[in-house]
């Protein structure tokens, strides 16, 4: 059945539902559904009640004329309403049909194998009869994995079950996928629709909307950002599963010109391809520019066997009776990394020795500060104590200074960090590595797994930065924007979960939000100072005017912040605590542009942001207490 489709006596386009249409129609469409329904319940009570109606006058009827005459009356009318409900009942259903049909219309699947791009035309084989239109924007996830692998497109072309479409945007490139759900931004929103994975970012969103409504604040956002869950919605634009389909339709961009990492809750490393947002459970990383500079944090290069062979840079040394066995290569928890054991009884005191870098490999001076990390984790057996440590090296690659931070290896996998500023004049070098000193007469025999080393010149370690596979060398994690382009309302409440930096601030400022102008002379922010102090600063014309110090985070540690502004009506929350105001303070204007952990100037957040929200009213005290607490 095709386009147009009237419910309740009103009419539904095609166009009304794309490419962001459906914000307005589909709960028309719906409310339309549900009050055709209604009628029709009614109706058949109508129904019901007169047909009770004519038998009664009917009996009445066998003992009077006058009664039979008014009965035969109320039973035309019965009549009449039965007709009336039936003639409702079957409009109804047609009308449903219909609406479940134009809904199927703009979904499909397909199992075409295709590699995933931000850009050029993809063939897709699809199921006939889809109301697929050129010129609409559509949304091409996989099945297995949606938020990781997806594109958002254009139709180029739809017909019989071919469709051709354009991609603009993309997460997961270069990976394949052949499992797609196919459909239109604006089938994403419809209730009820199991297969559509941003379906349930609706539901999400609602209850959300309930929570906020239990807390005493009824006012609907405008803006909602939850990536913990990937629930994304702008009001009259989308309200989807996917980020990429949230950027394109908020005119936002997402940038790193480098593949990186992140943790999720769990503790599992995923690798994130040049581009893609690095969204886990745990929120949107968003860091600076970093580099490791052990070039073989993937372990490459082993080669199993007793006593094997190390991974490619890395050596390994034990005292005389104790052997070495590498028994296997691969990953823990998303972790790259080997396996190695060693067993014997140690002749003379000396230490097992795993160096990931040569001693004249990375260069260093006096005042210089490195952290190193490796993951580690105890296979089999009882592993003794380990020291991860940085020397410092002389030009020859003799040792000068060092120091370490002890550790014992555990079943669990477990991120060990060091760091150290090189104290020596003559400091040319640093060597990372990881050893355990035994004692002459010592016997063990244990299996380590060991990767993704790292060391970076900064004063902790920051998320696990991976060279190619293939292709060990120094590797750099391109700094992260975000940034969308809007109209900045004149007056707004916001509110944030956030996760600062799991490392400390030497100095500094680190901004979670901003709103500007384009430049740093009209904006508005939300930052940690390297005190640790969290503040709301307004700027107008290149001059501070708002400036509230809204309380104390530590590092790694979660926190709720809620804010109101407006000119001369300034206030903000922190973890619901009481609220800091400022009623002087002047409003910048011409603000369009909102940027997630990142800043016009380069300043980011270096940490993860959890949760994002924008309301077009200025919240109360308490209601901004409400949602901070």
């Not at 913990?228 to 309200?239: A, G, M, P, S």
């Not at 929120?283 to 490619?312: D, F, H, K, Q, Y």
């Not at 060597?431 to 010592?442: D, I, R």
């Not at 400022?582 to 993860?608: H, I």
Request: hydrophobic share 40%; charged share 10%.
């Amino acid at each position: 059945m095709g386009w147009p489709v009237t419910i309740n006596g009103n009419t539904y386009q095609n166009s009304d539902f794309s490419p962001y249409g459906y914000a307005v129609a589909f709960p028309a469409i719906i409310g339309d559904v549900a009050t055709v329904a209604g009628q029709v319940e009614t109706n058949k009570t109508t129904s019901v009640n007169a047909a009770s109606t004519a038998t009664t006058q009917a009996t009445a009827a066998a003992t009077s004329k006058s009664g039979a005459d008014t009965a035969a009356a109320a039973a035309a009318v019965s009549q009449t309403a039965a007709g009336t409900s039936a003639t409702n009942a079957a409009t109804s259903e047609t009308n449903a049909v219909a609406a479940a049909a134009q809904i199927a219309a703009l979904k499909a699947t397909s199992t075409t194998s295709l590699t995933i791009a931000a850009s050029g035309d993809f063939t897709f084989t699809i199921q006939s009869g889809k109301g697929f239109i050129p010129g609409t924007q559509i949304f091409a996830a996989s099945a297995a994995n949606p938020t990781a692998r997806n594109m958002t497109m254009i139709v180029k072309s739809y017909s019989g079950t071919s469709l051709v479409a354009t991609a603009t945007a993309a997460t997961g490139a270069t990976n394949t996928a052949a499992d797609w759900n196919i459909f239109t931004l604006g089938a994403v929103t419809l209730q009820g629709v199991a297969t559509d994975p941003a379906t349930f970012a609706l539901e999400r969103y609602r209850n959300q909307l309930d929570d906020w409504r239990a807390l005493l604040v009824p006012d609907r956002p405008s803006l909602f950002q939850r990536f913990t869950d990937n629930t994304y919605f702008l009001r009259d634009k989308i309200v989807t599963s996917y980020f990429s389909a949230f950027l394109a339709a908020t005119s936002g961009v997402f940038t790193r010109a480098s593949a990186g990492t992140a943790m999720s809750s769990a503790g599992n490393l995923t690798e994130f391809a040049a581009g893609a947002p690095r969204i886990t459970d745990r929120g949107m990383g968003i860091e600076s520019t970093g580099t490791n500079l052990v070039r073989n944090p993937r372990c490459e290069g082993a080669v199993v066997g007793s006593p094997g062979t190390a991974p490619t840079y890395m050596n390994i040394a034990m005292p005389s009776g104790i052997s070495q066995q590498v028994t296997g290569t691969g990953k823990e928890s998303g972790v790259p990394g080997f396996y190695v054991r060693f067993y014997g009884t140690a002749a003379a005191s000396g230490s097992i020795n795993m160096a990931f870098e040569p001693s004249t490999a990375i260069t260093a001076a006096q005042n210089d500060t490195f952290t190193t990390s490796v993951y580690a984790m105890l296979v089999a057996g009882t592993s003794p104590s380990f020291r991860l440590s940085l020397d410092e090296r002389a030009t020859g690659g003799g040792y000068l200074a060092g120091s370490y931070t002890s550790y014992t290896p555990s079943p669990t996998l477990t991120r060990m960090t060091h760091t150290r500023t090189c104290t020596d004049a003559s400091a040319a070098y640093v060597q990372p590595y990881y050893y355990s000193t035994l004692t002459s007469g010592q016997t063990v025999d244990f299996t380590l797994f060991v990767g993704g080393q790292s060391l970076e010149k900064n004063t902790a370690a920051t998320s696990l930065i991976l060279p190619p596979v293939g292709s060990p060398a120094q590797a750099t994690r391109a700094a992260e924007d975000c940034i969308f382009t809007r109209a900045i309302p004149a007056a707004f409440s916001k509110a944030f979960i956030a996760l600062p930096r799991r490392y400390p601030i030497p100095s500094g400022t680190e901004v979670l939000w901003q709103v500007d102008d384009g430049t740093s002379n009209n904006r508005i922010y939300v930052a940690r100072l390297y005190t640790g102090s969290i503040v709301l600063v307004a700027v107008v014309g290149g001059v501070t005017t708002a400036n509230l110090t809204i309380g104390i985070v530590a590092e790694n540690t979660e926190f709720k912040v809620a804010l109101r502004a407006a000119g001369n009506n300034w206030a903000a929350s922190l973890n619901g605590a009481a609220v800091v105001t400022d009623t002087t303070s002047a409003m910048p204007t011409g603000l369009t542009y909102e940027r997630l952990g990142n800043t016009s100037t380069g300043l980011r957040w270096n940490g993860t942001i959890k949760q994002n929200t924008e309301f077009p009213a200025l919240l109360t005290n308490t209601q901004l207490q409400a949602l901070a607490a």
